[in-house]
């Protein structure tokens, strides 16, 4: 085998009420092609370290050694804000030197020893939407017709400070309307059904802590239905903001974000991907 190229999508993590265990993947990508060479070498146009730190040969070296191999990486995802960049560097990693190496390693577990959690890194490797408990993911394809608009912040939001500003218990009342949520989300999701989807995007136990770290991202989610939006949810730990719609909303949507996004963050429109982690080797 002389090369092997890996494409792994963005991921959103939590959806609203399924905090660290609700995911889906969208339709950008990461690109890492990995070729027999004289010398070790990382090569990408991307803010990232280009040594042995960089975390894609991080990942790799978990399985094979990175020696006389050159590593070439391009990606459309977002460095920060919570689109799952680190989840896709790991596994386009690991999927690399599983290829190269012809080591079987278990790539979730192997992932998730890395980025230690599993949500993001389920929906980079299986696309669509995942329900993960335990490491053990539940995948199934998104509506054909749901759509998406990500509203990313140029400023950035430590994932440590976010995890910080949770409490350690949250009021009864508040753990069970998650749960109702949760389930009217999924339901919506394998029915296809807007109404569903958009009554289950309501959260109660991490978003509204977590609005003082990112006000304006915050104050986006109380506008997602005035502006034709199902609903919004705060996409991992933030501070991007995933915007659900039809795929004939998408665009009112995304030009109604793009005059409230002026100047502080950047419009994305996109789909979520029944897509996930594909290998080619040459």
Same mark, same amino acid.
């Given at each position: 085998?002389?090369?092997?190229?890996?494409?792994?999508?963005?991921?959103?993590?939590?959806?609203?009420?399924? &905090?660290?265990?609700?995911?889906?993947?969208?339709?950008?990508?990461?690109?890492?092609?990995?070729?027999?060479?004289?010398?070790?070498?990382?090569?990408?146009?991307?803010?990232?370290?280009?040594?042995?730190?960089?975390?894609?040969?991080?990942?790799?070296? %978990?399985?094979?050694?990175?020696?006389?191999? %050159?590593?070439?990486?391009? =990606?459309?995802?977002?460095?920060?804000?919570?689109?799952?960049?680190?989840?896709?560097?790991?596994?386009?990693?690991?999927?690399?030197?599983?290829?190269?190496?012809?080591?079987?390693?278990?790539?979730?577990?192997?992932?998730?020893?890395?980025?230690?959690?599993?949500?993001?890194?389920?929906?980079?490797?299986?696309?669509?939407?995942?329900?993960?408990?335990?490491?053990?993911?539940?995948?199934?394809?998104?509506?054909?017709?749901?759509?998406?608009?990500?509203?990313?912040?140029?400023?950035?939001? =430590?994932?440590?400070? !976010?995890?910080?500003?949770?409490?350690?218990?949250?009021?009864? !009342?508040?753990?069970?309307?998650?749960?109702?949520?949760?389930?009217?989300?999924?339901?919506?999701?394998?029915?296809?059904?807007?109404?569903?989807?958009?009554?289950?995007?309501?959260?109660?136990?991490?978003?509204?802590? %977590?609005?003082?770290?990112?006000?304006?991202?915050?104050?986006?989610? !109380?506008?997602?239905?005035?502006?034709?939006?199902?609903? !919004?949810?705060?996409?991992?730990?933030?501070?991007?903001?995933? &915007?659900?719609?039809?795929?004939?909303?998408?665009?009112?949507?995304?030009?109604?974000?793009?005059?409230?996004?002026?100047?502080?963050?950047?419009?994305?429109?996109?789909?979520?991907?029944?897509?996930?982690?594909?290998?080619?080797?040459?």
């Amino acid at each position: 085998m002389k090369s092997v190229t890996v494409r792994v999508p963005a991921s959103s993590a939590n959806l609203g009420p399924g &905090f660290d265990s609700f995911a889906a993947a969208l339709d950008i990508w990461l690109e890492l092609t990995v070729t027999e060479a004289d010398e070790f070498s990382v090569v990408t146009d991307l803010e990232v370290p280009t040594d042995r730190r960089n975390l894609v040969v991080c990942a790799f070296e %978990r399985v094979h050694p990175a020696d006389g191999l %050159r590593f070439e990486i391009s =990606s459309e995802i977002p460095l920060i804000g919570g689109l799952g960049s680190s989840a896709a560097a790991i596994i386009a990693g690991v999927l690399a030197a599983k290829a190269i190496s012809g080591e079987q390693p278990d790539v979730l577990r192997f992932a998730c020893g890395v980025e230690g959690h599993a949500d993001n890194v389920s929906a980079a490797l299986l696309g669509g939407v995942v329900v993960v408990s335990h490491l053990n993911p539940h995948r199934f394809d998104p509506p054909a017709d749901l759509a998406a608009v990500l509203v990313v912040p140029r400023e950035a939001v =430590s994932t440590r400070e !976010a995890r910080a500003s949770l409490p350690s218990h949250v009021p009864l !009342a508040d753990a069970a309307d998650n749960v109702a949520h949760g389930a009217l989300l999924m339901l919506g999701l394998q029915t296809g059904d807007p109404a569903l989807i958009s009554r289950g995007l309501r959260d109660h136990l991490h978003q509204p802590y %977590r609005a003082k770290l990112y006000p304006q991202s915050a104050a986006l989610l !109380a506008k997602a239905r005035e502006i034709g939006a199902l609903g !919004a949810t705060i996409s991992g730990s933030g501070p991007s903001v995933l &915007f659900w719609t039809t795929g004939r909303q998408q665009a009112a949507v995304a030009r109604h974000l793009t005059l409230l996004a002026e100047g502080w963050a950047d419009v994305i429109p996109t789909s979520f991907t029944t897509a996930g982690a594909s290998v080619t080797a040459r």
